[in-house]
């Protein structure tokens, strides 16, 4: 089994190194990006079905045994997120295929560019998620950071190269922060080996070892986008190309998330910033919602709902129950599938009515009826309507607040239910300008015939999203076991050591 | 243990605060030179974590007496990465050069824009193609408009 | 129910294509579904007759308590009547409402249906989730109905205004809901009725956040407004929403919840008091109404009110009256609201002043419209009537609360008598209104539900049995519903009613002035602009204050964050105090010394040159660092990537303007030295803190002898690189992989994605060839240009070098060396090449493409991973392989050996790119420019 681990980053990586050589044959390069990853998700379904039996899954890369070698651990979090992200890649890859704008943007460079960075990313992503050892995470990171500058930049107009310099250096700076983190946890420690880190970061005087946690925290913040450090997404990710721009919401800042759950789970399990935590929370909830508010553009819009949403993850975070912290997976998860849903809309939107400024377009759900549906549900969707997935999750967080109690806590269910109806507003906003006006259109030939690929991935997605509600018991109960789990740290640790931290 | 010699922690000191400095301008080289002193220092910081002594060479020397070899290793990596990542923000400043003819970073546009709105009070509602039902005579009486554009609700 | 549910829903899916096939006909079969729902309420009503419960459960999420659990006693016994019987009315009376070629019947007619099952689901919901769910479908669905005549922006305004007015309560009251249930284990009502509730503060907090959401439903004050904009949506939408199912949906859940709820302290006052102002205010607001159907919006208001009031008492006697009240209005509003919907169709308008004569016109629509309205003022012998009394008799204890009844429906009398003769009577001077002949489908719903008002008056005694056990389930039950109590008091405060709402209606002349300056001076959708426009404001603001767009302030505030956060708590541990060695060898001083020197020079270096060859210094300098360290392959590592950045560099900056432009930055340059200055700091007493508080031993003790052992290697940094951590490794291949794919994908841009052509702006100036750029030489190294020595020396050395780095890669498993080292020595030699004989040299050094060299280095390292993982061992697992060849004899190959010259053909790969790229394309972008003279670089690059 423990030789599954390493496939989803082995996989992408190989497929990256032979799009490489394929680069005259453009539909070999199709053929293997879209193989790779359905082998991967394949996997990462396998890991999940494994993971969820057997608890965690440890591989010792080069037979080197921890703490000397590095090793993969998937436990039912990690296994959870490699599916979800094995399956919005493929959709995303899908539909890029279909717009075909790498093809046509890029004949003339010497390495055809997409395909590639594309899957080196998903092997990031993957890495990310599986790493073991925390300086393994910040190559993880590296890798994804590293592909998601080539994407963001692609093409290269001056938009792109604008924003995207602002997010290379602000993301850039934040792996600073997480090496200078890395190299003082080992400093201080003498080991890089999570499990333990477990106990030897316990052992440390309180002063040093909160200093390491809130670096780390600051590092994973920016990834993630928590106000304070989130201005930088809203201005870098919406001039990307709708598929870049979808994966990177939907994925890049779950990343972060993910490291913050890990971290402060298992390497500083004792709440100690609980209460930072949760103001942070509440205020990226808010701030970002406001930022929603005020936008005129549907993909700034959305890239600024993603910051707010960011929030609900951290504070189930911050709760450190396993309600809450079981609520916040059900959340990234969801989170995950809606908010790349809504971003290749809106790239259906600007292939049909040439923009997605609200200024300049209307009446798509006459024009578009399609486009309309799928929008409005994954709108709704968004919006924490039930009975979709967005409810149950913001459900599982605010019974968790309740079941907490105290004024933090209940401060911030109910910031979570003013955003939620706040998400509603600017979503009904939107729908009322950009769907439901007197049509028109910022382009003189519109695009009448989307094309199949995009329409069917996004689809399929929107399906995805539903199926979220329909499976939510198993989801919950899955999700549920890997907040116990992380919360008594010694499944992961045992899973690594099984007779003993050394 | 006894921990890092001073001489070598002021290096990392001034090293990341003069990196700081350039980080902090608008021109993308000097954020580059910045990035690199910050590197420089960083990873000077990270070697400091393990012990220095002889080459980590086995036979060259008593094993006791060896350096640390595992932040040898992430040093290593991360000069190699930061090399990559240099020669792509060259490329950036200058396809920035190349398109605008500086290698600045300007402010985003859409976020001027809000300020701008913040600054002089104006509607945001205007933004977005008029919604709202500002000063809409038929706000509850559909029917009077429905003469007008019969057919819209069907009857008629 | 839960098949009743899925038919809703299967025909809201099947509705569209329907009518599109069919027509608004389609809308006959489609009633089908809420019939259904009717009948088998009707054929349950044994079952529940007499306190009984038809209940259904299928589990959903275990975790949130929330499971499909379906349970209808009296009370959903009789909201699931009026839901599928009025449902169905509507859906046959919309199939002639609509003409066959009108806009987005297809999408009505799945709404309606669907709104019709989330209503079904609202009333048969027990856990108290799984109503919030129907509750807020119901929201959505009347969202897109109200919303129905999509380009009218009243309608869309209307719309949202409702959306955001009922998800507002109908959050508050998930919370609340959540604080009931998470205290009590459990959200299915039929346990949590029986359940201990929780103490005060608690309880108090959910049932005010409850009554929010339940009174916002309802459209009662102070969240009236939404209900009459509301009215923007089609006549039979408001007949079956805002009539008879949604608006009910708040009554409902008070009715639902007062038997128990009733007695914590804020419920009785906060629903009476709200309820009698909603129902004075909005009654007399009705009197001024012109439009019919605003009259019984305002109409429809002032009942819920009274409903609100009855309903929410609490009381048994309250309770019976409060459901016959419930079903009463249901009935005679969808109706008068049906009739209403007749005279717009047909007169194409619904202004009271402009109808004259209908009455004589239309004698059927009449008589229902007169039996309707006479059940809304309460005369006998209709349902109204029976209601009315027994709410008089239930309250004759509670004088002031009875004195507000009173009031409110003596006004509910007016107004009924306004509109009668409004819609029918006959204004001198104004010839007779024509509908033409009105169809059957149309009037019979109306007639229907008049008629059943009209039975249920004397027929007061079986709705009575039927409705008892509800009542009960607040306490024994005194009085029943009859229509003829004999003489008492309540018989009489209803005379009094019926004679005060005739004298409001007869002394309407004179009343004229009185009401046209007696109103509320701020309506509710003013206050609802008001603070929506408030709002915009804010968020603008807010985020004209968070969102600065600018770059410098962004990475300003990460800075911050790290100095004050983890540097705050680095205070608490005193790193200052920590006793350090000042030096290991005083040679350190020396090369710090310089280094710092160097640093600080290049922050403030005005020149590109200076800057980068000051901050090569400190490169330079953390090399000898390394190497006193003892750290070789680090220092021959670092000191290569020196040398290769500064290459890179200058091949770049030949391009880039010779000076950093002077930015006004001056100012805020002291807060960047300042954050700088701290930063450095707090980096410093980390690292001393960190350092010093080691007291476990490091894992890498152990790695000299693994080395050596499983390594089968004696440099033991190489073996880490390519075999205990070659998993880091992998991935750092993969970054330097996509860098230099990202590099070419800048440089090479052409064409379509290349920029559009712009006037030559002063900016542009340096570039042109001669003047600015400052490494002329390396501007454009044409043959002409090519220095012999230079090319001779470099043909000699290149080969050799060449042979060097693969010797370094060969030895770097036991010596300083390794992928790294040789791949950067062989990548020098190759920009010595091209420094010496420009691009044409370079293609001739190297054949390959880059992409291809980068792809098979990745391919190697990473398939040597695959390579063990499909032999069974390990991923990335290396052996030793002995081996023997003539001339050298026994030797042994480790197969990470393999991963190693990946990694060299990709470090290759990465500055044969950068050099493609940076170099020759840059040398064309530079010789085009030179061909296009005085245009701009994009124009030339247009033209190549």
Redesign the interface.
């Known amino acids: 089994m423990?030789?599954l681990v390493?496939l989803p980053v082995?996989v992408p990586?190989?497929g990256?190194?032979?799009?490489?050589?394929l680069?005259a044959w453009p539909r070999a390069q199709r053929a293997v990006s879209v193989t790779c990853l359905a082998a991967t998700l394949a996997v990462a379904v396998a890991l999940l079905v494994q993971t969820y039996r057997q608890g965690p899954i440890v591989?010792?890369?080069?037979?080197?045994p921890a703490?000397?070698?590095?090793v993969?651990v998937a436990d039912q979090l990690a296994a959870l997120m490699l599916v979800v992200s094995a399956a919005v890649t493929l959709c995303v890859l899908l539909y890029s295929i279909g717009q075909r704008q790498w093809e046509?943007?890029?004949t003339?460079?010497?390495?055809?560019?997409f395909h590639?960075?594309y899957l080196?990313l998903t092997?990031?992503v993957t890495?990310a998620f599986l790493a073991g050892d925390l300086?393994?995470l910040f190559?993880?990171f590296?890798?994804l950071l590293?592909?998601s500058?080539?994407l963001i930049?692609?093409?290269?107009?001056?938009t792109r190269?604008?924003?995207?310099?602002?997010y290379?250096?602000?993301n850039?700076?934040?792996s600073?922060?997480f090496?200078?983190a890395?190299?003082?946890?080992?400093?201080?420690?003498?080991?890089?080996?999570m499990a333990?880190l477990a106990s030897?970061l316990d052992?440390?005087?309180?002063?040093?070892r909160?200093?390491?946690q809130?670096?780390l925290?600051?590092a994973f913040?920016?990834k993630a986008a928590v106000?304070?450090?989130s201005?930088?997404l809203?201005?870098s990710y919406p001039t990307a190309p709708a598929p870049v721009t979808a994966v990177f919401a939907g994925l890049l800042t779950k990343v972060g998330v993910y490291a913050i759950i890990r971290t402060e789970t298992l390497l500083f399990p004792d709440g100690r910033v609980a209460g930072l935590l949760m103001v942070v929370a509440g205020l990226t909830m808010l701030?970002g919602i406001?930022?929603a508010?005020?936008?005129?553009?549907m993909k700034?819009l959305f890239s600024f709902t993603l910051v707010s949403h960011i929030g609900y993850m951290i504070f189930g975070v911050a709760l450190s129950t396993v309600a809450g912290l079981?609520g916040s997976i059900f959340y990234v998860v969801h989170h995950i599938t809606i908010q790349t849903t809504l971003f290749l809309v809106a790239g259906l939107v600007e292939v049909r009515a040439g923009s997605t400024d609200?200024?300049r377009i209307?009446?798509l759900?006459?024009v578009a009826p399609l486009i309309g549906v799928l929008f409005f549900v994954s709108a709704?969707n968004l919006a924490g309507?039930?009975?979709f997935s967005g409810?149950?999750g913001k459900?599982?967080l605010?019974?968790a607040g309740?079941?907490v109690g105290g004024v933090l806590p209940a401060v911030l269910?109910?910031a979570g239910?003013?955003t939620?109806?706040l998400t509603?507003?600017v979503a009904?906003?939107v729908w009322?300008?950009a769907?439901?006006?007197?049509p028109r259109l910022d382009t003189r030939e519109p695009t009448v015939r989307l094309p199949a690929l995009m329409v069917g991935a996004t689809v399929a997605l929107v399906v995805l999203g539903l199926t979220l509600t329909v499976v939510?018991?198993p989801i919950?109960?899955v999700?549920?076991d890997a907040a116990a789990d992380l919360l008594d740290r010694t499944p992961y640790v045992r899973a690594v050591y099984p007779e003993g931290t050394p | 243990m006894s921990g890092p010699s001073l001489v070598l922690v002021v290096f990392v000191g001034v090293l990341v605060a003069c990196g700081v400095t350039l980080?902090l301008e608008r021109s993308?080289t000097r954020?580059l030179l910045g990035?690199i002193l910050?590197?420089n220092g960083?990873n000077l910081?990270?070697l400091?974590?393990?012990r220095s002594g002889a080459p980590p060479v086995v036979g060259a020397a008593p094993t006791a007496e060896m350096s640390d070899v595992?932040?040898q290793a992430?040093v290593l990596?991360?000069i190699v990465?930061t090399f990559?990542?240099t020669a792509?923000?060259l490329a950036?400043?200058y396809?920035?050069w190349y398109?605008?003819g500086d290698d600045e970073?300007?402010d985003?546009i859409?976020?001027r824009q809000?300020v701008r709105?913040a600054e002089r009070n104006e509607a945001?509602t205007t933004?977005?193609?008029g919604?709202g039902s500002g000063g809409d005579p038929e706000q509850v009486d559909p029917g009077l408009a429905r003469r007008r554009d019969r057919g819209a609700e069907g009857p008629g | 129910m839960l098949v009743l549910l899925i038919l809703h829903l299967v025909a809201a899916l099947v509705a569209p294509s329907l009518v599109r096939r069919w027509g608004p006909r389609a809308c006959y079969p489609l009633a089908l579904a809420p019939a259904a729902a009717f009948g088998w309420a009707l054929a349950r009503t044994p079952a529940v007759a007499h306190g009984g419960a038809v209940v259904e459960t299928y589990?959903?999420?275990?975790?949130?308590?929330?499971d499909l659990a379906l349970r209808m006693t009296t009370l959903s016994w009789l909201m699931t009547l009026l839901v599928g019987g009025v449902g169905a009315l509507v859906l046959v009376y919309s199939a002639r409402y609509f003409g066959p070629g009108s806009?987005g019947v297809g999408r009505y007619a799945a709404v309606l249906v669907g709104f019709a099952g989330a209503m079904l689901l609202l009333v048969l919901a027990d856990d108290l989730?799984l109503l919030?769910?129907g509750w807020?479908?119901t929201t959505?669905f009347s969202?897109l109905l109200i919303?129905h005549s999509?380009?009218r922006?009243s309608s869309?305004?209307a719309?949202?205004q409702a959306?955001?007015v009922t998800?507002?309560g109908g959050?508050?009251m998930?919370?609340g809901f959540?604080?009931l249930?998470?205290h009590a284990g459990t959200y299915r009502w039929s346990e949590l009725s029986a359940a201990r509730l929780p103490d005060g503060a608690t309880l108090v907090t959910a049932v005010l956040l409850i009554l929010v959401g339940a009174l916002s439903k309802s459209a009662v004050l102070p969240f009236s407004a939404w209900l009459p904009a509301a009215m923007a949506a089609p006549t039979p939408v408001s007949a079956y929403l805002h009539a008879a199912a949604m608006v009910k949906a708040g009554v409902y859940l008070i009715g639902l919840l007062a038997p128990v709820l009733a007695v914590v302290g804020p419920w009785r006052p906060v629903v009476t008091v709200a309820g009698l102002v909603t129902m004075v205010v909005a009654g007399w607001a009705a009197l001024r109404q012109t439009d019919l159907k605003l009259l019984l919006a305002y109409g429809t208001v002032s009942q819920l009110g009274l409903l609100v009031v009855v309903v929410g008492a609490g009381t048994p006697e309250a309770a019976l009256a409060g459901v016959a009240m419930l079903l009463a209005h249901a009935l005679f509003k969808a109706g008068l609201f049906l009739v209403v919907g007749i005279i717009d169709h047909g007169a194409g308008t619904r202004d009271l002043r402009e109808l004259s004569g209908l009455g004589g016109r239309a004698p059927l629509l009449a008589t229902v419209a007169v039996l309707a309205a006479a059940s809304m003022a309460g005369l006998p012998p209709l349902l109204g009537f029976v209601a009315k009394e027994s709410i008089f008799a239930a309250f004759l204890d509670q004088p002031v609360v009875l004195a507000g009844l009173v009031a409110g429906t003596a006004l509910t009398v007016a107004y009924s008598a306004r509109f009668v003769w409004g819609a029918f009577g006959g204004r001198p001077g104004l010839a007779p209104t024509d509908v033409g002949r009105i169809a059957v489908p149309m009037l019979a719903p109306p007639a229907v539900l008049a008629g059943v008002g009209l039975i249920a008056g004397p027929a007061a005694g079986l709705l009575d049995g039927a409705l008892r056990p509800y009542a009960e389930l607040s306490g024994p039950l005194g009085s029943h519903l009859a229509l003829w109590h004999g003489l008492n008091p309540a018989l009489a405060l209803s005379a009094l009613a019926v004679a005060g709402g005739a004298a409001l209606f007869a002394l309407r002349g004179p009343l004229a002035p009185v009401l046209a300056r007696l109103h509320v001076p701020v309506t509710g959708n003013q206050g609802y602009e008001w603070v929506i426009g408030r709002?915009?404001r804010?968020?603008?603001e807010?985020?004209?204050a968070?969102?600065?767009?600018s770059?410098p302030?962004?990475?300003g505030?990460?800075?911050l964050?790290?100095v004050v956060?983890?540097?705050g708590?680095?205070l608490?541990?005193r790193p200052w105090q920590e006793p350090i060695a000042l030096w290991d060898t005083p040679f350190q001083v020396v090369v710090v010394a310089v280094v710092c020197v160097a640093a600080v020079l290049a922050v403030g270096a005005r020149r590109r040159l200076t800057a980068m060859l000051l901050v090569g210094v400190t490169g330079y300098g953390s090399a000898l660092l390394f190497m006193l360290f003892g750290a070789p392959d680090l220092a021959l590592t670092q000191f290569l990537v020196e040398t290769a950045t500064i290459a890179v560099f200058v091949l770049v900056l030949r391009r880039l303007p010779r000076r950093f432009s002077v930015r006004p930055l001056r100012r805020s340059r002291w807060v960047r030295r300042a954050i700088g200055v701290v930063a450095g700091l707090v980096?410093a007493g980390?690292?001393v803190?960190?350092?010093t508080?080691?007291?476990?031993?490091?894992?890498?003790d152990?790695?000299p002898e693994?080395a050596v052992t499983?390594g089968y290697g004696r440099n033991v940094v190489n073996v880490t690189l390519v075999?205990?951590?070659?998993?880091?490794t992998?991935?750092?291949l993969?970054?330097l992989?996509?860098?230099?794919?990202?590099v070419?994908?800048?440089v090479?841009?052409?064409?379509?994605?290349g920029?559009r052509p712009r006037r030559p702006d002063p900016s542009a100036g340096p570039e042109q060839p001669g003047q600015g750029v400052w490494l002329r030489g390396g501007s454009t190294l044409s043959e002409r240009r090519r220095s012999l020595v230079l090319e001779v020396v470099t043909r000699l050395i290149f080969h050799t070098v060449v042979v060097f780095s693969l010797f370094l890669l060969f030895s770097g498993h036991n010596a300083p060396g390794g992928g790294f080292s040789g791949g950067l020595v062989a990548g020098l030699a190759l920009a010595v090449r091209y420094l010496a004989g420009g691009r044409d040299e370079l293609a001739e050094a190297a054949p390959v493409?880059?992409?291809?060299v980068?792809?098979?280095g990745?391919?190697v390292s990473?398939?040597a991973?695959?390579v063990?993982?499909l032999v069974g061992?390990?991923?990335?697992?290396?052996t030793k392989v002995d081996l023997w060849l003539p001339l050298i004899g026994d030797f042994y190959v480790v197969t990470s050996l393999f991963f190693d010259v990946g990694v060299y053909l990709v470090v290759v790969g990465l500055v044969l790119?950068i050099l493609?790229s940076l170099g020759a394309e840059v040398d064309r972008h530079i010789e085009a420019a030179g061909r296009a003279g005085g245009l701009t670089v994009d124009r030339a690059e247009e033209g190549s």
């Open positions: 423990s030789r390493p082995v990586l190989l990256a190194a032979l799009t490489l050589l680069a591989a010792e890369v080069g037979g080197w703490p000397v070698g590095i993969l046509t943007g890029t003339a460079t010497p390495v055809a560019i590639p960075t080196v092997a990031g890495n300086f393994n190559v993880g590296e890798i590293a592909a500058f080539v930049t692609l093409g290269g107009t001056e190269i604008r924003t995207g310099s602002t290379v250096v602000v850039v700076l934040s600073m922060t090496l200078t890395v190299g003082l946890v080992y400093a201080a420690t003498g080991t890089v080996n333990q030897r052992a440390l005087p309180d002063g040093v909160l200093s390491l809130l670096m925290l600051v913040g920016v106000f304070p450090l201005a930088w809203p201005d701030i406001l930022g508010v005020a936008q005129s553009d700034r079981s609200l200024r209307g009446g759900s006459r709704m309507i039930p009975p409810f149950l459900l599982g605010f019974q309740v079941a269910v109910a239910a003013l939620s109806l509603l507003y009904s906003r009322n300008v769907f439901w006006r007197a939510a018991g919950f109960d999700t549920a | 980080l993308l954020i990035i910050l590197g960083v910081l990270i400091l974590g393990g595992l932040p992430m990596t991360a990465i990559g990542l792509f923000l950036v400043s396809r920035s398109l605008t970073v300007p985003d859409e976020d809000v709105l945001p933004d977005l193609g919604e | 589990p959903w999420i275990r975790q949130l308590g929330l806009l989730l919030y769910v807020e479908l959505i969202y919303g999509t380009e922006r869309r305004w719309a949202a959306l955001t998800t507002l959050l508050a998930l919370v959540v604080m249930g998470e709002f915009d804010l968020a603008i807010v985020t004209g968070t969102q600065r767009g770059l302030q962004y990475l505030t990460i800075l964050a790290v956060v983890p540097g708590s680095l608490t541990t980096a980390l690292a803190a960190a350092g508080a080691r007291t476990a031993p490091a894992v890498s152990e790695f693994a499983e075999d205990i951590r070659a998993w880091d992998m991935g750092e993969a970054v992989v996509v860098a230099a794919t990202g070419a994908s800048l090479f841009l052409r064409g379509r994605t920029p493409s880059a992409g291809v980068l792809g098979a990745l391919g990473v398939g991973g695959v063990a993982l061992a390990p991923v990335l697992s290396s790119d493609r």
